[in-house]
C-alpha cells in the first residue's frame, strides 16, 4: 500500500510531451511511447492502491475528451484531470457507466455467495469471483447506485 501521502497517481504528462507530440496534434493517435508512459502509471496507481489518473486534454477538443474520458474508464483509470471548468461535466458523463455495465454489475453484486468460502458464483452461465465483484461495485459506485 502507498503511503499516506499519495493519493493519485497520474500519467507522466510532463514526460509524455517532452518525448513525442500530443494525442491532440496527432489526430488522435496514441504513440507507443505515449502508451510506454501510461501503462505503469496505470499499473503503478493499481499496485498501490492508489486511484490511477488520466493525463488532461486540449480544452479546446470536447468531442476528444468525451472519447478519450471513455477510454480512460475502458482501460481502467478512476478519474481525468480537468484544466478548464467546461471539461468537468463531459469527463463526467465519460466515467458515468452505461445502463447495460450498471444492470450487469448489479446481477453480479447479487449473485455474490453468501458463503466468502465458496469464492466463486455463476452469472449468465460464466463464472464471477473476486475480481469481478470488485469491478462491478466499482460500476455501482460511480453510478451512485448502493452496492
Do not use: C, Y
Not at 96 to 102: C, L, N, R, T
Request: negative net charge.
Amino acid at each position: 500500500m502507498a503511503g499516506r501521502r499519495l493519493e493519485e497517481f497520474r500519467e507522466g504528462e510532463v514526460i509524455r510531451h517532452a518525448i513525442t507530440r500530443t494525442a491532440t496534434e496527432a489526430d488522435d493517435v496514441r504513440f507507443p511511447v505515449q502508451t510506454v508512459a501510461r501503462n505503469p502509471t496505470l499499473f503503478g496507481a493499481v499496485a498501490a492502491e492508489v486511484q490511477p489518473v488520466e493525463a488532461v486534454r486540449d480544452i479546446r477538443d470536447l468531442d476528444g475528451l468525451a472519447a478519450e474520458s471513455r477510454v480512460a474508464v475502458r482501460d481502467g483509470f478512476a478519474g481525468k484531470l480537468a484544466i478548464h471548468p467546461a471539461q468537468v461535466p463531459v469527463i463526467n458523463r465519460g466515467f458515468q457507466p452505461f445502463d447495460e455495465e450498471a444492470s450487469t454489475a448489479r446481477r453480479a453484486v447479487a449473485a455474490d455467495p453468501v458463503d466468502p468460502a465458496a469464492g466463486v458464483a455463476a452469472l449468465d452461465g460464466a463464472m464471477i469471483d473476486m475480481p469481478h465483484l470488485k469491478r462491478s461495485r466499482l460500476i455501482l459506485q460511480r453510478a451512485g447506485i448502493p452496492a
